[in-house]
């Protein structure tokens, strides 16, 4: 959807409630200036239209998470002045403290989600191996369900994998449109943790979306595969269909003159390093803005500017 303003109308009328996005990065790196558009797109849209803007740490994956990466996160979103209204970090310039939105601290909380799953027979162990999975036509790893009736012996290493309707998920993007997705298909039955113990992107963030309200998820297009995984498993923990779901906006990724994904070597590059190179948060903000395209030229933005290209 290119007309903003429009955008911001469809939001408002279709939220029930004031709106609740996150910015949900992983401490296993620096931020770069993809990140930063992400953000942008992020505190732009949720701030035109009155909501609630949360940064929650994504470190379920503990074998790569660090803390000098979390520390980072933080000094580098209160240099640019994106103050999110809940934080996971104490202090008063980062708006509301709220430990629970580190991932981290929630393993308890994924941890009964799963054995309520479990306990209405909707889960299955799993010890595939990656190597031992086939992929779809995407490239993504597909499970075909061998592990169902294998009964894997609970002493073996495994993972949980959570059954999957086979249907189609139809719903709006607010920047692509009416979408047609269907998990089974996609990926076949959802691996909510792995053999290692550690709980999947998928899972932890669906888990966490429900408990924190998030209702307006603010995204990269290569998300969009996604969502309807997502909607399946918020549908199998609830117990419903009906449960309020979240609107989505994926929005563009960085891209080159050619249209394909900047790779991770052009953004590499990280907003710290900026920072040590002596570059401003306006010309940071002005980078992110030419990059997205929302700019012809690159130019130094304040915040609110910035915000406001990013919002219409």
């Not at 007309?3 to 770069?32: C, D, M, Q, W």
């Not at 012996?153 to 047609?180: E, N, S, W, Y």
Request: aromatic content about 8%.
């Amino acid at each position: 959807m290119s007309n903003f303003n429009e955008l911001i109308k469809n939001i408002r009328s279709l939220l029930i409630g004031p709106a609740v996005s996150r910015f949900a990065p992983s401490p296993t790196g620096y931020l770069h200036a993809g990140h930063v558009v992400s953000c942008l797109y992020v505190f732009g849209i949720t701030r035109a239209v009155g909501g609630q803007v949360l940064v929650r740490i994504e470190d379920h994956d503990q074998s790569r998470s660090r803390d000098a990466f979390d520390d980072a996160i933080r000094d580098d979103l209160i240099w640019l002045g994106l103050i999110p209204d809940r934080s996971p970090w104490p202090g008063h310039e980062l708006g509301q403290f709220e430990p629970q939105l580190r991932q981290s601290l929630r393993a308890g909380i994924h941890a009964q989600r799963l054995q309520d799953l479990t306990a209405q027979g909707l889960t299955y162990r799993c010890d595939c191996s990656r190597k031992g999975l086939s992929h779809n036509p995407d490239g993504e790893l597909f499970h075909d369900g061998a592990c169902k009736n294998r009964h894997v012996p609970q002493d073996a290493p495994h993972g949980i994998r959570v059954l999957m309707p086979d249907r189609d998920f139809v719903f709006d993007d607010l920047a692509l449109g009416t979408q047609h997705q269907n998990p089974q298909r996609q990926t076949g039955d959802l691996l909510a943790r792995d053999r290692t113990g550690s709980w999947t992107y998928q899972f932890s963030c669906t888990v966490d979306d429900l408990d924190q309200g998030v209702n307006l998820i603010i995204r990269g297009e290569d998300l969009l595969p996604s969502t309807a995984r997502q909607l399946a498993l918020r549908e199998v923990i609830t117990g419903s269909d009906l449960a309020p779901t979240p609107l989505f906006f994926h929005h563009p990724l960085v891209k080159d003159e050619s249209g394909k994904k900047l790779g991770k070597r052009f953004l590499s590059t990280s907003i710290r390093q900026m920072r040590l190179d002596g570059q401003t948060p306006e010309k940071v903000l002005g980078f992110a803005a030419f990059l997205a395209g929302k700019l012809d030229r690159q130019v130094p933005l304040d915040l609110p500017t910035a915000l406001d290209l990013f919002a219409r």
